[in-house]
């Protein structure tokens, strides 16, 4: 992080706010130059008793002055802006990895590629909410989302790229140094708009292989199959927008985190003990069981929320 949260950490963030500083320093000159001109006018050759002011009108040099300059100022800015379109619209050249990142009321879901270090016993590593990425190296995300438009954007290492239901949009993201950046979904997209955040966390090689391959080995760990489902199930679903199991890739931080939900005395701090039949009377409809929570009606079915408990009581935080 620099002085400023949201100091350019990569290229392509480096590359807009090179442009903005660029537009906003000739802003200021013109601002300068206008506004002196100005006062000096005004306190010079304002009228007076005996005095007539000069006339411009015509006058062929100051014309052609104030219409060429602008004018190259305008081509300059138009320029520079279109060639870092073309920068950051160049998703592909000299990606290291594409990652495909989902948006659905109100988390972002990522599956990482189909290569051996994701690979785990029935698929390959997905996640949520956060998204771990290798340090330097430019990371290709396909966005798509499953209901309205969503907007993803990391401020610090810049880009911005609307989800969009029924089309694929890409952007990519680089991060210069090892470390977490945090974004924010920028398009109202409903009543948990302001939860659906984003983490990139970027680390130098050693870690990433490190994270992935504790990542596949918790998905490995579990074998049976309806936990295995409830598992996905919450990784897909909105769940783990908004809880973190550690180990896993639900990083929400909305709700609490439910690393060792199944040994834990209440839920929500109104059910207890903490069992099958109070989980699932809990996720059936949470505001009825305690008014007022932000944790809202999912509307899911029994099997869902079957298998999903299942998959709750096997979080004992070991
Ligand atoms: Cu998704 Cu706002």
Same mark, same amino acid.
């Given at each position: 992080?620099?002085?400023?949260?949201?100091?350019?950490?990569?290229?392509?963030?480096?590359?807009?706010?090179? +442009? =903005?500083?660029? *537009?906003?320093?000739?802003?200021?000159?013109?601002?300068?130059?206008? $506004?002196?001109?100005?006062?000096?006018? /005004?306190?010079?050759?304002?009228?007076?008793?005996?005095?007539?002011?000069?006339? =411009?009108?015509?006058?062929?040099? +100051?014309?052609?002055?104030?219409?060429?300059?602008?004018?190259?100022? $305008?081509?300059?800015?138009?320029?520079?802006?279109?060639?870092?379109?073309?920068?950051?619209?160049?998703?592909? %050249?000299?990606?290291?990895?594409?990652?495909?990142?989902?948006?659905?009321?109100? $988390?972002?879901?990522?599956? =990482?590629?189909?290569?051996?270090?994701?690979?785990?016993?029935?698929?390959?590593?997905?996640?949520?909410?956060?998204?771990?990425?290798?340090?330097?190296?430019? $990371?290709?995300?396909?966005?798509?989302?499953?209901?309205?438009?969503? %907007?993803?954007?990391?401020?610090?290492?810049?880009?911005?790229?609307?989800?969009?239901?029924?089309?694929?949009?890409?952007?990519?993201?680089?991060?210069?140094?090892?470390?977490?950046?945090?974004?924010?979904?920028?398009?109202?997209? /409903?009543? /948990?708009?302001?939860?659906?955040?984003?983490?990139?966390?970027?680390?130098?090689?050693?870690?990433?292989? #490190?994270?992935?391959?504790?990542?596949?080995?918790?998905?490995?760990?579990?074998? #049976?199959?309806?936990?295995?489902?409830?598992?996905?199930?919450?990784?897909?679903?909105?769940?783990?927008?908004?809880?973190?199991?550690?180990?896993?890739?639900?990083?929400?931080?909305?709700?609490?985190?439910?690393?060792?939900?199944?040994?834990?005395?209440?839920?929500?701090?109104?059910?207890?003990?903490?069992?099958?039949?109070?989980?699932?009377?809990?996720?059936?409809?949470?505001?009825?069981?305690?008014?007022?929570?932000?944790?809202?009606?999912?509307?899911? #079915?029994?099997?869902?929320?079957?298998?999903?408990?299942?998959?709750?009581?096997? *979080?004992?935080?070991?």
């Amino acid at each position: 992080m620099g002085p400023w949260p949201n100091d350019p950490q990569g290229p392509q963030a480096r590359a807009i706010a090179d +442009l =903005y500083w660029i *537009l906003f320093g000739a802003a200021v000159i013109v601002l300068a130059i206008v $506004v002196g001109a100005l006062v000096v006018a /005004g306190l010079r050759f304002r009228e007076r008793p005996g005095h007539v002011a000069r006339q =411009y009108h015509g006058h062929n040099l +100051l014309e052609l002055i104030w219409t060429v300059i602008p004018t190259l100022m $305008v081509i300059t800015f138009a320029v520079l802006s279109f060639q870092r379109l073309t920068y950051i619209n160049d998703v592909d %050249s000299g990606a290291a990895m594409t990652v495909k990142v989902h948006a659905r009321q109100w $988390v972002w879901t990522f599956e =990482y590629p189909q290569e051996q270090m994701f690979k785990t016993n029935d698929g390959y590593l997905q996640g949520a909410e956060e998204l771990h990425i290798p340090v330097a190296q430019k $990371v290709k995300l396909d966005l798509d989302s499953t209901d309205v438009i969503h %907007s993803f954007f990391i401020p610090g290492l810049g880009g911005k790229k609307d989800a969009v239901p029924g089309r694929e949009t890409a952007l990519w993201v680089q991060a210069d140094r090892p470390g977490t950046y945090k974004g924010q979904c920028t398009e109202f997209c /409903g009543t /948990g708009h302001a939860d659906m955040l984003i983490t990139i966390v970027a680390q130098n090689q050693a870690d990433y292989a #490190d994270w992935a391959g504790k990542a596949v080995a918790k998905a490995n760990a579990i074998t #049976d199959p309806e936990t295995k489902k409830g598992q996905q199930l919450f990784l897909s679903l909105a769940c783990a927008g908004c809880h973190t199991v550690k180990g896993t890739t639900a990083g929400g931080k909305v709700g609490p985190d439910l690393t060792n939900i199944a040994v834990r005395n209440t839920i929500a701090g109104v059910l207890s003990p903490v069992n099958d039949a109070n989980l699932k009377k809990w996720i059936g409809n949470p505001p009825a069981v305690k008014p007022g929570t932000i944790m809202p009606n999912l509307g899911l #079915d029994q099997p869902t929320i079957d298998a999903i408990v299942k998959y709750l009581l096997t *979080l004992d935080g070991k």
